[in-house]
Structures are given as structure tokens and as C-alpha cells.
């Protein structure tokens, strides 16, 4: 059976593999179709793959429905998940975490391999190799984060654009100024030889409890670019918040390196605290 479109399987919850890797690589130990029994030597047609997976937890790989739960002589205890026009079997459990009737979602634990997992697919009831099925399911999960990786850049492209502090007149000449200077600001920070002025950090535990309380954090799924998981809410927020970061940094080197922006004036040059 070949894959068309129509095929694709749709899963609110998004996918996940079977079982995770754990230290060693997870062996296919039969494969699908025709195989010859290395006991015997007498050939067969093996209806699913057989994994080398001892008592790995098993996920669901969808959004899906637990229709069946049994044991026989050829899958052992087995449970039969469908997703969509797919249904899949596990098969040789040593223990059943979803029951019959139980609806499911991608990554959910629902049974336990025994020695080996056996595993059975079918299609519109036509069976078909379940590593196509597969290979079908991480091919969604990388298009997935390959959507996601791209909406996170341009949410954080529009979250920077949207900033705007009281310091645009003065951006290229702070940038300079940062370059040279903000690893002694950090390091002064770290090491108490400069401290944020009281009212610089009670402005900031103002906005970020005020942040908090509207939900402003977590607005997107947190990454390592935006470990917050901010979005296009949060713009007043970071405009805040940079402002008065841009004002510390700029008092500091007024007060430790007696350097000045040179749009300051002599009256502005001699103001103590946080400069504008």
C-alpha cells in the first residue's frame, strides 16, 4: 500500500513514537511479510514487527480510541488502539494502563512490552507494515516542529519589532556603549560592586507581578529561544522592562565609569539615580 495524502493521519494532540529511545538503540527483531522461521527453517507471513523493547512504556501515537483488549495464543495480551482510519495493535504486554472504551492522546502511557513488542497495523481494515505507519508518524512530528520552530521566530521577530523604549534616538550609541561596557555591568552585578537601586528593582517586581497576574507569561509554548513563552500581549510588558534595564545600565556607567551618553546635557550629567 502506498501512502497518498488522504492518508495523513490528523491528531489534535499532535504524535509521538511507540516507546522512547532509552541508552541503546531499540533493534527490529522481525520484520513484516514473509520471513523464515530460524528454528525450523519453515517460512511464514508475519503480520506485524517484532521489537527487541523489554518492558518499555508505550504511548499512544495519536489522538485515538482503545476499541480492544484480549489475550490469544499468537499476540499474547494485546491491545488495540484506532486513530482516525488507523488501527494499531500491541501486542505481548505485561501490563494494560488504558482501558477498553478509554480515549487517548499523543505521548499518553497506555500498556507496558513484555520481553519483545510485537506490532500490527491496518488501514480501512487492509493491513499494511507498520513501519510505514512510522515512518508516516515521525515524518508528522518533524513537520510539526519544523512549523513550530518557524511560528516562534516570527512571533519573536514581531515581539521585537513591537518594542519600542524611550531610547530609540539613542539605540545605535547604547549598543556601542553595551558592547564595550555590559560584561563589567554583569560582572559588577554578580559581584555586589554595583546594586540595583531599590526603586529600579521594585519597578520590576511590579511589572513582572503584574505580568503575571494577566497572563502574560507562557502566552506561546516556551523554547530556548523564548523560555518564557511570550507573545504579542507581552509587548507593553518587555517595553517596560527595557526601559528600565537600558536606565540601570546607563546609570551605572554614569556612576562607575563617569561616562555619558553625549545627547546629555551638563544639568542631566549631574542628576543623581536612574537617568531618563
Known amino acids: 500500500m502506498k501512502y497518498s495524502q488522504e ?9 509521538c513514537m511507540p516507546f522512547e529511545e532509552r541508552d541503546k538503540e531499540v533493534v527490529m527483531s522481525l520484520g513484516y511479510g514473509k520471513q523464515t522461521n530460524p528454528q525450523t527453517g ?6 506485524g514487527v517484532d521489537f527487541s523493547a523489554p518492558h ?9 480510541t482503545v476499541t480492544g483488549i484480549g489475550t490469544d495464543s499468537v499476540h499474547g495480551t494485546y ?16 501490563n494494560i494502563l488504558a482501558g477498553y472504551g478509554e ?5 499518553q502511557t497506555v500498556s507496558v512490552s513484555g520481553d519483545i513488542l510485537h506490532m500490527e497495523t491496518k488501514y480501512k481494515g487492509e493491513e499494511l507494515d507498520p513501519i510505514e505507519f512510522l515512518t ?3 515524518g508528522n512530528i518533524k513537520s510539526l516542529e519544523r512549523k513550530k520552530t518557524a511560528f ?12 519600542r523604549t524611550n531610547y530609540e534616538k539613542d539605540r545605535y550609541e547604547i549598543e556601542e556603549l553595551m558592547l564595550r561596557f555590559f560584561p563589567a555591568y554583569l560582572s559588577d552585578l554578580g559581584s555586589g560592586a554595583y546594586s540595583l537601586p531599590q526603586r529600579t528593582e521594585a519597578a520590576l517586581r511590579n511589572i513582572l507581578t503584574m505580568a503575571s497576574s494577566r497572563n502574560y507569561f507562557f502566552e506561546s509554548m516556551p523554547s530556548m529561544e523564548n523560555p518564557m513563552g511570550l507573545g504579542r500581549r507581552s509587548v507593553p510588558l518587555a517595553a517596560k522592562v527595557q526601559n528600565l534595564l537600558i536606565a540601570d545600565f546607563l546609570n551605572y556607567l554614569a556612576l562607575i565609569h563617569g ?3 553625549s545627547t546629555w546635557d551638563e544639568g542631566l550629567k549631574k542628576k543623581p539615580g536612574n537617568r531618563p
Open 7 to 15: 492518508m495523513i493521519l490528523q491528531s489534535p494532540s499532535g504524535y
Open 42 to 47: 519453515v517460512e511464514f507471513f508475519h503480520h
Open 56 to 64: 518499555y512504556l508505550l504511548s499512544a501515537v495519536a489522538s485515538g
Open 79 to 94: 491491545q488495540v488502539i484506532r486513530y482516525g482510519d488507523y488501527e494499531v495493535v500491541y501486542g505481548h504486554l505485561s
Open 103 to 107: 480515549s487517548v492522546r499523543a505521548g
Open 136 to 138: 508516516m508518524i515521525y
Open 152 to 163: 516562534d521566530e516570527q512571533e519573536l521577530a514581531a515581539i521585537a519589532e513591537g518594542v
Open 259 to 261: 561616562t555619558y551618553l
